[in-house]
C-alpha cells in the first residue's frame, strides 16, 4: 500500500515543466537579475532575487521580487492543470522556484506588517507542500 496516496481522492500533484536554459543560466550567474530579465517567466530567477533582497534586508524588493515569482508560477501552475489547491511537490525541482517564492512573500508580508498575506503564505506554502514548508523554514525533513 502506497502510505502517500490520497485516499480522499484529491487532485493529483502537479509538476511544472522544467525551463533548462533558464535553469542553467541561473546556475551559472551571479547575479539573477539578468536571468529574471531574459526568463522573466522563471520563478526561480524572481526567488533567488527575492532571497537576495530577504537577506539585505530589504522587505519592500523582497515582497515584489517574491510576488512577481508567485505570479509566474501561478499562471503555469494553472496552465500545467492545477485547480487552485493541491499538491505542488518540493521534491520536482521546477516547482521550487514557485514555492521558494511563495516563501518570501509570506516572509516579506510579515516585514512590511501584512498579518493576513503572511498567514495566508505559510498556510499555502504548507497545503502545497509540507516539504517545502518544513525546509525553507529550517525544520529537518520528515
Not at 501561478?74 to 525541482?93: A, I, N, T, Y
Request: with cysteine; aromatic share 10%; hydrophobic share 35%.
Amino acid at each position: 500500500m502506497d502510505l502517500h496516496q490520497n485516499l480522499l481522492g484529491g487532485p493529483p500533484p502537479t509538476e511544472l515543466p522544467d525551463h533548462p536554459t533558464a535553469r542553467e543560466a541561473l546556475a551559472a550567474s551571479a547575479d539573477p537579475a539578468p536571468v529574471a530579465a531574459r526568463f522573466p517567466e522563471y520563478s526561480a530567477a524572481w526567488a533567488a532575487l527575492a532571497e537576495r533582497a530577504y537577506e539585505a534586508g530589504d522587505d519592500v524588493a523582497t515582497y515584489a521580487y517574491a510576488r512577481t515569482g508567485y505570479h509566474r508560477g501561478l499562471d503555469q501552475l494553472r496552465r500545467s492543470g492545477w485547480k487552485g489547491h493541491g499538491p505542488v511537490p518540493w521534491q520536482h525541482e521546477p516547482n521550487r522556484g514557485f514555492l521558494r517564492s511563495l516563501y518570501f512573500l509570506g516572509k516579506a508580508a510579515e516585514g512590511i506588517e501584512e498579518t493576513e498575506e503572511a498567514q495566508r503564505c505559510a498556510t499555502f506554502l504548507q497545503d502545497s507542500s509540507e516539504e517545502a514548508a518544513a525546509v525553507l523554514n529550517g525544520r529537518p525533513n520528515g
